[in-house]
């Protein structure tokens, strides 16, 4: 048999065939092939449709190769997919023609691979299969091998030399996952492993942390093991291990295990005290109660020890924790040692001044922290080489690429321009490289044949840029011909981007890839000097002068968004000293410059009605029309593409009309409430930016402080830091449009508090007092309203307002003795 004949096999994948042929081959006729099928695979690989023929190669490699070191790597390349019965038969005949060679280098096969399978991607059945099929009853011990065993069923496919794996089992990340998933390994482990083995490893993985489904596992394995009283009272300082940092499903487990074990009088005092300390330094409430509740039945015997282990909770950031704390302490003041009072003082001076009274101690009197000054950020030198811009362009692409900043985007757009001007040969030959790697830049141009499939968005818009610098420039063809184009291309514009900020952006990058080929220029005059976007007059009209004295004027978007980027005390005398058409038009502009009407909408979104298993839904969200330019912003119910708008790009775009992009961006921070993904810091640029702040603004930062992602909540606080710093949050609006947007429920009070309480923290309390107070008279009804007037009794005590809150004095009236009404009652204390 010669090399054609294994190569036609292979090239029409006749997985079945390819095997019978390499099984009547003899060792020589082996070694000679396969330095055929080297030389044929690397020519295979490097080509352009490499991805072919994955299984006939993995055939072809175990029926050929001389050695475990050769066939390792070869396999794993190859990859057999398990989706069709004939993949899966392919893997079959691998292992056949592996046996039919009766290879002594197994076990050395067998070792590599088990190394090389994947822990991150459960997939590679077909490498599990091969190792399951000869590894006999000393199988490897890899986090790879394990998780897949683990995963596809390996309790079915059990032998007696498997029970060595098990510690590594209880080791490996993921195996809690897979315990979650598979109930079945649970009571299999039960019933076939050391008992003390699996308590020790469950227990060390408790402790260990990890994911909320890992966790899930491993506490699944703790309930089938039904630990013991004994076992508990043995394994008691491993429980209380568990309480400083795990998650509270892991924390509850452990606190139940040392009650149960504290009422039948079996656990150490130090331990309960040294537990307690651990859970005061929690945030989850329930648990924190619990253990108070817990520790105070022991205040009788052992006040001193109590008192002051409670006392740990005067460092807490709740007061209605701290306040049950210092009701437990005060109960056994009389009961103390002068000793524990004196140190009990000390710690009391934590504590807000009317809890500390209670103490009968004066708290510290704090003072509100100082706003850092708002400084605007420069824009950063120009690329300066085509090598720096070379480099700057591959950084875009690639696995690790994300989102692009207009910082580092108008960067790029501004070199390219310039240096295609002075040098389009180097720029074409610099970025060579670039499409070489990355071809599917190149194949934007195919757009043009395919109108009605075109995207068309700012990203293509930026990569035609990108490939534009490397075409020769030419002359428009037929103006016929040039019209029909255009127009083509803005209805695709249309269809992708109508009636939003993206729609400006895409119009400007358009221009500009356009521009570079049939009417380059050797600048652009709208590149801006602050890293906000806005622009300085002074340096635009140097740009214009020198355009004019050289005889060029600016493309006509690049000289409107320039305009734009002007700030607004700008007006049209600024550029009296330019007689040129650039100049007439940018004193027109100006003379004629206004805001367009921007207002806050309720709209509506029922979804269609799948009967039983997805009836319809009506919802209801709060949006902004900006009128002209968005009358539907519903039409984003469901927020922006991640990449193809470049949104990230639109704060620098306008700005000078925050408010308007504001609006545009308004259904994208409503829906990031129930979505994970990260755009950047969206809502601090439009801080940094200019221009009024009503309800658009208002609303996108309510949205930003209800995000699902702790990041985006953490931007939302970075952007009121801002506009604090620069005397530009207005916070009783603000707090009118949170407390509408919490009374119809459309944000979650527990994420709103937190980003308020560090606002306040880091130097805008006085901002966050007068937000409080208009959202409060909309939150008394709030099942966590508590929270809300806690932060407010902080800000009170700290800022002495006076002066009242809208329906405080009701509740605090109110009977009963719930958080709420120990609040309100603080309150009124605070204000006087």
């Not at 054609?4 to 092939?33: C, F, Q, V, W």
């Not at 070489?436 to 934007?444: F, L």
């Not at 922006?640 to 504001?662: F, K, T, Y």
Request: proline share 6%; hydrophobic share 45%.
């Amino acid at each position: 048999m010669t090399f054609d004949d294994i190569r036609a096999l292979i090239e029409a994948d006749k997985t079945s065939s390819l095997g019978e042929a390499l099984n009547t081959l003899s060792p020589d006729e082996r070694k000679e092939l396969a330095k055929d099928l080297i030389a044929y695979e690397k020519k295979h690989r490097a080509g352009d449709r490499s991805w072919h023929h994955q299984e006939t190669l993995a055939i072809a490699g175990a029926g050929l190769l001389p050695n475990a070191s050769a066939l390792t790597p070869w396999l794993v390349r190859y990859r057999i997919w398990n989706h069709h019965r004939s993949q899966e038969n392919a893997t079959a005949v691998v292992l056949d023609v592996l046996r039919h060679r009766e290879l002594a280098w197994l076990p050395d096969l067998v070792s590599r691979l088990g190394a090389k399978i994947p822990t991150r991607n459960l997939w590679r059945q077909d490498l599990l299969r091969v190792v399951l099929e000869f590894c006999g009853e000393n199988p490897p011990d890899s986090d790879g091998f394990l998780l897949h065993f683990m995963d596809f069923g390996g309790h079915t496919r059990w032998r007696p030399g498997f029970d060595a794996l098990i510690p590594r089992m209880l080791e490996v990340v993921g195996a809690g996952a897979i315990f979650a998933n598979t109930r079945q390994w649970t009571g299999f482990l039960r019933e076939r492993a050391d008992r003390r083995v699996l308590l020790d490893g469950c227990l060390a993985r408790l402790q260990q942390g990890g994911a909320a489904k890992e966790m899930e596992g491993f506490l699944a394995l703790h309930e089938v093991l039904n630990v013991t009283m004994d076992e508990t009272a043995e394994h008691a300082r491993d429980y209380v291990a568990m309480l400083p940092d795990s998650r509270s499903t892991v924390a509850t487990l452990a606190q139940n295990r040392l009650k149960w074990l504290d009422d039948a009088k079996r656990l150490d005092f130090d331990l309960l005290c040294d537990a307690s300390r651990w859970v005061f330094g929690r945030t989850e409430k329930k648990l924190v109660r619990a253990q108070l509740t817990w520790l105070g039945k022991h205040a009788k015997s052992t006040p001193d020890e109590v008192v002051l282990a409670a006392a740990e909770l005067f460092a807490h950031e709740s007061d209605d924790l701290r306040g049950q704390a210092v009701k437990l302490v005060a109960k056994h003041l009389t009961r103390i040692s002068d000793a524990t009072k004196t140190e009990l003082r000390a710690l009391a001076g934590q504590l807000p001044s009317d809890l500390a009274a209670q103490l009968g101690v004066e708290a510290v009197v704090e003072e509100a922290v100082a706003l850092a000054p708002f400084v605007p950020r420069p824009w950063p030198e120009p690329i300066a080489t085509v090598d720096e811009l070379t480099r700057e362009v591959l950084s875009l692409f690639g696995r690790n690429a994300g989102h692009i900043d207009a910082v580092t985007t108008e960067r790029i757009i501004d070199a390219v321009v310039r240096f295609t001007w002075q040098d389009r040969e180097a720029v074409a030959k610099a970025f060579q490289p670039i499409y070489d790697k990355y071809p599917w830049i190149q194949n934007r141009s195919a757009y043009e044949y395919y109108p009605d499939h075109a995207k068309r968005d700012p990203r293509s818009e930026f990569t035609a840029i990108i490939v534009a610098a490397s075409v020769p420039p030419r002359q428009v063809g037929p103006f016929a011909s040039a019209l029909d184009s255009a127009r083509t291309w803005l209805e695709q514009l249309k269809r992708a981007q109508a009636g939003s900020v993206s729609e400006q952006l895409a119009l400007r990058l358009h221009e500009i890839a356009r521009g570079l080929v049939h009417s380059p220029r050797p600048a652009l005059v709208s590149v801006p000097t602050e890293a906000s976007g806005l622009l300085d007059p002074a340096t635009l009209r140097e740009r214009l002068a020198k355009a004019e004295a050289e005889g060029w004027e600016p493309w006509p978007r690049d000289l409107k968004q320039a305009y734009h980027r002007l700030p607004r005390d700008v007006g049209g005398e600024a550029f009296t000293s330019l007689p040129g058409n650039a100049g007439r038009l940018l004193r027109e502009w100006l003379r004629d410059r206004s805001d367009p009407g921007v207002e806050l909408v309720e709209r509506t979104r029922t979804t269609p009605d799948y009967g039983y298993y997805r009836p319809s839904v009506t919802e209801k969200r709060l949006l902004a029309t900006v009128n002209p330019g968005l009358p539907e912003p519903e039409k984003h119910w469901f927020g922006h593409d991640e990449w193809g708008p470049m949104i990230e790009w639109w704060p620098a775009l306008l700005p000078v009309q925050r408010e308007v992009v504001a609006a545009h961006l308004v259904p994208h921070f409503a829906y990031r409430r129930a979505s994970k993904g990260g755009d950047g810091p969206l809502l601090p640029l439009l801080a940094e930016a200019d221009g009024p702040i009503g309800a658009a603004m208002h609303l996108a930062l309510a949205y930003g402080l209800g995000a699902e992602l702790t990041v985006n909540r953490a931007h939302a606080v970075d952007a009121l830091l801002t506009l604090a710093s620069r005397g530009q949050l207005d916070g009783k609006e603000l707090g009118s449009v949170m407390g509408l947007l919490l009374e119809r429920g459309d944000l979650a009070l527990n994420r709103i508090v937190p980003g308020l309480r560090d606002l306040a923290r880091s130097g805008a309390a006085r901002q966050v007092w007068d937000l409080l107070v208009a959202a409060l008279p909309a939150l008394w009804t709030h099942n966590r309203v508590a929270d809300v007037i806690e932060l407010a009794v902080e800000l009170a005590q700290l800022l002495k307002p006076g002066g009242d809150v809208e329906g405080l004095t009701e509740v605090a009236a109110r009977k009963g003795s719930s958080k709420a009404v120990v609040q309100a009652k603080r309150l009124m204390t605070a204000l006087g």
